[in-house]
Structure formats: structure tokens, C-alpha cells
């Protein structure tokens, strides 16, 4: 595991967020306030599914917005938690030196920019023990031939293939999984909304077939050892929810449209 974090925190509330592209001063309080929660009473965690939009100033600026975001959270007391998606400049979550360099003794606590591979541990109330999220980001860009790299594209954007040893440290007892894309078998199954990208960018389709069968590989796995779980995913900018029971199992499958935030509640927690 790349990563564990504990946050020692009681959260009244737990909540997922879809994809933002870089508005993120909206989420305090505008998007709090569906739940009546722009207020500071309660501690409040946000799983943010990625494209975030971190990369596509410079990086004093995007530092600049890191700080801005993390003072409005504090005074709304939440805490956010965010993966990469394929709008995210990848070195602010996997580059351990480009952070450092960026942040020096710099404190952003309540912006929480998560590595792949990473497993997320929170206290929330009405449960004795702490929800275990696994967090792992990534996905190709349909429209990567008409960006320009290092600027608006990153070529290591894609979701990463797990080694056995990496699939082996994913626990056996998880609550949650984020992600920024979906594996093969989940939806959306068909690609005939990216015809015209498939048309201009002839290793697309090769390419999001592969990482998708990358992702099963991944789930496969988690599935041999977890009897249910809630997976969020963001990226195809539609809302979307798939249930699965069999064999005294149960998993969910929920994609999030953009800035669309949903809680998730301990009864719905296995």
C-alpha cells in the first residue's frame, strides 16, 4: 500500500463528490447547503472522485488555490479527500519530492491530495469501527490528441495496472472504493457518445479497453475477499447506480455526474 491515513476525527458527516474541474470554492457552501451543512458545528469528510482541475495553472498558482480552498474548508470544518482523475496533474499526488518542493513546511490540512494505491481510514459517527476506503485515480483523456501535454494533458494520466504484490495489500474488510473511471462489465458498457474521439485518436479505443481491463483485474480481486462494498466513480459525467447481489454478496456501483454530491449513511455500510 502506497499510503494509509488515519484521521482521528469523529465525522458526523460522510460524503462523496463528483467530478468539479477546478471549481472547488463552491463546494463550501454552496454545495454543502443540499444537506444543511454550511456550518462549522459539525466535522464534515468529502471523498472527491477527481478531475479536480490542480495542474492547469502554474504552480504557484495552482498553490495559490490549494490555499484559498483549504481556509474556505476550515471555516466550514470539512475535511476534503480527493483522487486524481485524468484533469489532475498527477505529481500533486504521486511526486512525494514535487509536493514537498511545493508545500515546504506549508500545512494544507484540509485539502488531503490522495496517491494512488491508498487507503483511507475515517471515524465516523454511529460506527464503532473506522470506514476503510480504497482510493486509487487515473483515467485517459478522450480528448487527449487536442490537448497539450504538460499544460492541459499528462501522459501518465491513465489508471495504473496493479502488480500481484500491489492486489495482495488491498484489504479484506473495506467499506468504500473510489475511483476515477469504472472496470469492464460496469456501466456505461457501450462507446457510442466518444464516436468522433475513437475516429480521431486511433489507439483510443485500445487504450480504454485495456485500462478498464486493468481496473476488472483490480476489482476481481478485491471481490475474492470483500463480501460487499459501495464503489463511487466519477468521470462520464452522468449520474448512474448498479447493484449487484449474489451468493450472500453485495456490491454497488454509483457514478457521480459533475458537482453532484451525495452522503453516504452507516446503515448503507456493511
Known amino acids: 500500500m502506497n499510503l494509509v491515513i488515519e484521521n482521528k476525527i469523529k465525522f458526523e458527516h460522510l460524503m462523496?463528490?463528483?467530478?468539479?474541474?477546478?471549481?472547488?470554492?463552491?463546494?463550501?457552501?454552496?454545495?454543502?447547503?443540499?444537506?444543511?451543512?454550511?456550518n462549522a458545528e459539525n466535522p464534515?469528510?468529502?471523498?472527491?472522485?477527481?478531475?479536480?482541475?490542480?495542474?492547469?495553472?502554474?504552480?504557484?498558482?495552482?498553490?495559490?488555490?490549494?490555499?484559498?480552498?483549504?481556509?474556505?474548508?476550515?471555516?466550514?470544518?470539512?475535511?476534503?479527500?480527493?483522487?486524481?482523475?485524468?484533469?489532475?496533474?498527477?505529481?500533486w499526488f504521486n511526486d512525494t519530492e514535487h509536493i514537498e518542493t511545493m508545500l515546504g513546511n506549508e500545512m494544507i490540512e484540509n485539502v488531503i491530495l490522495l496517491p494512488d494505491h491508498t487507503l483511507l481510514s475515517l471515524e465516523v459517527?454511529?460506527?464503532?469501527?473506522?470506514?476503510?476506503?480504497?482510493?486509487?485515480?487515473?483515467?485517459?483523456?478522450?480528448?487527449?490528441?487536442?490537448?497539450?501535454?504538460?499544460?492541459s494533458y499528462w501522459s501518465d494520466e491513465a489508471f495504473k495496472c496493479l502488480s500481484a504484490e500491489k492486489l495482495a495489500e488491498i484489504p479484506n474488510d473495506l467499506d468504500i472504493i473510489i475511483t476515477h473511471t469504472r472496470p469492464h462489465g460496469v456501466w456505461p458498457v457501450d462507446k457510442s457518445n466518444i464516436q468522433y474521439w475513437l475516429l480521431e485518436d486511433l489507439s483510443l479505443y485500445r487504450d480504454i479497453e485495456e485500462e478498464a481491463a486493468w481496473?476488472?483485474?483490480?476489482?476481481?480481486?478485491?471481490?475474492?475477499?470483500?463480501?460487499?462494498?459501495?464503489?463511487?466513480?466519477?468521470?462520464?459525467?452522468?449520474?448512474?447506480?448498479?447493484?449487484?447481489?449474489?451468493?450472500?454478496?453485495?456490491y454497488i456501483h454509483?457514478?457521480?455526474?459533475?458537482?453532484?454530491?451525495?452522503?453516504?449513511?452507516?446503515?448503507q455500510l456493511k
Do not use: W
Open 254 to 267: 454509483q457514478c457521480l455526474d459533475i458537482d453532484e454530491l451525495v452522503e453516504v449513511r452507516v446503515d
Open 125 to 151: 459517527e454511529g460506527r464503532e469501527e473506522p470506514v476503510k476506503i480504497y482510493c486509487n485515480g487515473g483515467a485517459y483523456s478522450i480528448d487527449r490528441i487536442k490537448r497539450t501535454p504538460g499544460k
Open 215 to 250: 481496473m476488472k483485474q483490480m476489482f476481481d480481486s478485491i471481490k475474492e475477499d470483500n463480501d460487499s462494498f459501495l464503489h463511487f466513480y466519477g468521470h462520464f459525467h452522468n449520474s448512474n447506480k448498479e447493484s449487484y447481489e449474489f451468493d450472500g454478496k453485495r
Open 16 to 38: 462523496v463528490l463528483g467530478d468539479t474541474h477546478g471549481n472547488n470554492m463552491q463546494i463550501a457552501p454552496q454545495l454543502l447547503t443540499k444537506y444543511g451543512l454550511d
Open 44 to 91: 464534515k469528510a468529502i471523498l472527491h472522485l477527481g478531475d479536480f482541475g490542480i495542474g492547469f495553472s502554474t504552480y504557484k498558482g495552482d498553490l495559490e488555490k490549494l490555499r484559498n480552498l483549504n481556509n474556505r474548508l476550515k471555516n466550514y470544518n470539512t475535511f476534503l479527500y480527493v483522487i486524481r482523475g485524468n484533469h489532475d496533474n498527477p505529481e
